[in-house]
């Protein structure tokens, strides 16, 4: 039961990521590149065709799209708060972890 929520997240965070940045005109007009990472696994299968399909490039013209791999949720995180990355693909659980532990995600 877990695995099946935690797949159904994925899904529907996946699901949901595309179509917010597909669907936004004004981050396609100040946004000049989008660098996106996920997790290695078939829950990640969305980001897969994404990728493969082109699909992101079709919806955001003049926008450069950078795919890239990492291991776990933690690296991802570290690379999203680092500025490395723009859009990650993972759990929740290495960003509740580091906003308990008093890391600032969005600065202001």
Partial sequence: MVHAVAR??????????????????????EASQLRIVKQPGLAYLQLVVMREQKLLEKRLPGVEIEWCQL??????????????????????????????????????
Wanted: glycine share 16%; aromatic share 4%.
């Fill in 71 to 108: 291991t776990s949720g933690p690296v991802i995180r570290d690379a999203m708060v680092a500025g490395q990355m723009d859009i990650g693909s993972g759990g929740l659980g290495p960003f509740i972890q580091a906003i308990d532990k008093g890391l600032e995600i969005l600065g202001e």
């Fill in 8 to 29: 159904w997240l994925g899904r529907s965070t996946a699901v949901a990521l595309a179509v917010l940045v597909a669907a936004s005109p004004t981050a396609a007009e």
